[in-house]
């Protein structure tokens, strides 16, 4: 208690405290890294044990906890003490400068056009709006995000990076419409490597290189998709570079998109690939289960379709490769039942995507014994007592929850699944299979406990794989 009394930092040496530790961290970081996330960062306040660090918004937030908070609190607790800790809050006023304004080329100017070509190239449905926001792509929306607000200015170059199909052409859309709806008059163009590729060579052959570095050199911002294609492109390559370097120098914002991360891009050059970690390098991972759900719900949402919250559970549960495919698979199944007038059920999804859930299905199957463990130890039971023939509530409902997803994991009948709950009949496995489906529609609870109790499942399933 004396230490705090006697040692702490009286409050002259508490408004330095922040002072004195960015100095330090200075002395251990990239500069550009230091100036770009660290600078902007203001002490709010120190009340002798915690130190309070305003930062100018969520994603500035997010980097600095993934990596330097440790090392600020180890700073703070070597000048104020072991019990000191640390907090950021979001706050600008007067005490923190704003992020300077977007460069005046975003402003609208009359004389330019809405893009290059006069023709907007942004997919409508590919908005910040319909993007699915789950764990495995936050920190790549709200850069997204971020970049939109302020174009040219932080997170520049942006390098968004992750397989196919799980939401990189989608997240750079969605960022030139927010420009475009922010600037209307800005020149903002989205465009694959392939086509840049290909409208360079025809400069050359035509004899035009003036012209195709005025369209591209004159952007407000550059939108690149798949950029390995560039890999082992020598010359498209290097005249990417100027292009790079010129929107670059006049702070004119850059987002690229590629299937892997820099420093994986071995056949480009050095060069150009510590261009690319300049700024913001983020990634995109595929979506877990609880995220696919939403995918799906807002698939049926925005085409109108109206799909029972069992089938949507199996789509989800069964197709995890990427967003692409799993939103065709719903829209397969839909159009299978419409087109045979087939009830839209989860035998006709099973059957609909048997050649899809053969690949994903490569991995090794859930089996009826799975779930019962993880049924039974999220209900504090014994799997034993799943397969009596006990009928009090608190085991009847888990046993019905257990029988609801072998139904939908396996591929076992309802007499074969009863056989493995104490030799109940199809059905009482069809009763309590009918008994789930009705709560999952009535209540976002029990909706949510299920997709937990499938995300375990599906988890420990592939933790033994």
């Known amino acids: 208690m004396s230490q705090d009394l006697d040692t702490a930092p009286s409050k002259t040496q508490a408004a330095g405290l922040w002072e004195k530790i960015s100095d330090s961290l200075r002395n251990s970081m990239d ?25 100018p918004n969520r994603f500035f937030n997010d980097w600095i906890v993934m990596h330097c908070k440790d090392k600020i609190e180890s700073a703070l607790q070597g000048l104020a003490g072991p019990q000191a800790a640390l907090e950021l809050v979001i706050f600008q006023d007067q005490h923190i400068p704003a992020i300077e304004a977007a460069p005046a080329v975003m402003i609208s100017r009359a004389e330019a056009e809405s893009t290059p070509d006069g023709v907007d190239p942004f997919n409508p449905k590919y908005t910040f709006e319909t993007f699915i926001e789950g ?60 086509k840049f590729i290909n409208e360079f060579i025809d400069s050359l052959r035509f004899e035009r290189p003036a012209d195709f570095r005025n369209k591209y050199r004159n952007l407000d911002c550059l939108l690149i998709d798949d950029i390995q294609f560039l890999m082992g492109k020598g010359r498209s390559e290097e005249e990417f570079f100027y292009t790079f370097n010129t929107l670059f120098d006049s702070r004119k914002q850059i987002v690229i998109s590629s299937d892997r991360a820099p420093k994986e891009m071995g056949a480009l050059t050095d060069r150009l690939i510590s261009r690319f970690e300049w700024g913001v390098v983020a990634d995109i991972q595929p ?93 504090n039971l014994e ?37 493995h709950f104490g030799g109940k009949d199809h059905t009482t496995v069809l009763h309590a299979c009918e008994k789930v489906k009705l709560k999952l529609a009535e209540s976002p609870f029990i909706s949510s406990l299920v997709n937990k109790i499938t995300q375990e499942i599906k988890n420990q399933n592939e933790g033994e794989n």
């Open 31 to 55: 500069p550009e890294t230091f100036d770009l996330w660290l600078k902007p960062v203001r002490q709010v306040s120190f009340d002798g044990t915690r130190m309070t660090l305003g930062v």
């Open 135 to 194: 764990q495995a792509n936050r920190f790549a929306k709200a850069a997204a995000e971020g970049i939109s607000k302020e174009p040219g200015i932080r997170f520049n170059p942006f390098f968004l990076y992750g397989g196919v199909g799980l939401g990189k052409t989608h997240l750079m859309h969605a960022i030139g419409h927010a420009i475009r709806h922010t600037y209307p008059r800005a020149r903002v163009l989205y465009i694959t490597s392939e």
């Open 287 to 379: 979506p877990d289960l609880e995220t696919r759900i939403a995918i799906l719900r807002k698939k049926a949402e925005m085409e109108r379709l109206h799909v029972p919250d069992d089938v949507i559970l199996f789509v989800a549960s069964q197709v995890k490769s990427n967003i692409r495919e799993l939103e065709g698979s719903l829209i397969r199944i839909v159009a299978f039942s419409s087109l045979t007038g087939t009830p839209l059920t989860v035998d006709t999804a099973r059957a609909t995507l048997k050649d899809i859930l053969k690949h994903e299905e490569a991995q090794r199957p859930i089996t009826i014994e799975a779930i019962q463990e993880v049924v039974a130890k999220h209900f």
């Open 383 to 419: 799997t034993r007592e799943l397969k009596s023939k006990r009928r009090t509530d608190a085991i009847a409902w888990p046993r019905q929850i257990a029988m609801y997803l072998a139904r939908i994991l396996t591929e076992l009948s309802t007499t074969e699944i009863g056989e």
